[in-house]
């Protein structure tokens, strides 16, 4: 079956971590680049981040850059969001997404995962 | 890039069409133009690429035209199931999205 399915999330404190996981199945992984897209509560969409298929190249949203790091494991047909120091701002809803086209970075996003709800409160 | 998407709300009855705008601060090719349907509670699902293509699936009362920095799209005959929420979505110069319009029924 081609899906995304994801993990991780929960309630965390400010300044503290969590990473976020999307397991890919059912089409070719490794030829595909991966996004990271998210919603704030009642809000509309915010795209992340993104990763090349090989995992050598990612880029980042200004409001993310230096905190985030997105990677990859080929091996698994895994993708991760490590998020650092948190702020109440980054609570939202995480979605991985894969884009159309195969072995480019942009593209519409034409798979989604089911989302994960990420707070992050004192 | 900046996409204004309006109106905010569009209130329609089953059966009417609805005219969707996204406005884009520079212009973009439309190569790099895509419509997202959200519904409360799900993931968004793709309508349309590269401004006008429908994704696979995509009923053809799902329309898209447009180019430079003016955007549209088009829902004939609403169904019960059309009514959500609309994102458009350019990706020629890293990713952003317009923040929506939501079409609701009357």
């Known amino acids: 079956q081609v899906q995304l399915v994801q993990s991780g999330g929960g309630v965390v404190q400010p300044g503290r971590s969590l990473r976020l996981s999307c397991a890919a199945s059912?089409?070719?992984?490794?030829?595909?680049?991966m996004h990271w897209v998210r919603q704030p509560p009642g809000k509309g969409l915010e795209w992340v981040a993104v990763?090349?298929?090989?995992?050598?190249?990612?880029y980042y949203a200004d409001s993310v850059k230096g905190r985030f790091t997105i990677s990859r494991d080929n091996s698994k047909d895994t993708l991760f969001l490590e998020m650092n120091n948190l702020r109440p701002e980054d609570t939202a809803v995480y979605y991985c997404?894969?884009?159309?086209?195969?072995?480019?970075?942009?593209?519409?996003?034409?798979?989604w995962g089911q989302g994960t709800m990420v707070s992050v409160s004192s | 890039v900046l996409l204004t998407q309006s109106p905010g709300t569009l209130s329609l009855s089953p059966g009417e069409t609805a005219t969707l705008s996204c406005r884009a601060s520079?212009?973009?090719?439309?190569?790099?133009l895509a419509w997202y349907q959200q519904k409360a509670g799900q993931a968004p699902r793709l309508l349309i690429y590269?401004?006008?293509s429908r994704a696979t699936g995509i009923p053809d009362r799902f329309s898209g035209t447009g180019s430079g920095t003016d955007f549209t799209l088009t829902i004939s005959r609403l169904e019960p199931e059309d009514f959500a929420v609309y994102y458009c979505?350019?990706?020629?110069?890293?990713?952003?999205f317009g923040q929506g319009t939501k079409v609701e029924i009357k």
């Open positions: 997404a894969r884009i159309a086209l195969t072995y480019r970075l942009a593209g519409a996003f034409d798979m």
């Open positions: 059912g089409f070719t992984y490794n030829a595909f680049a």
């Open positions: 990763i090349s298929y090989d995992g050598r190249n990612d």
């Open positions: 520079q212009r973009i090719s439309s190569t790099f």
């Open positions: 590269g401004a006008s």
């Open positions: 979505h350019q990706y020629s110069s890293s990713n952003t």
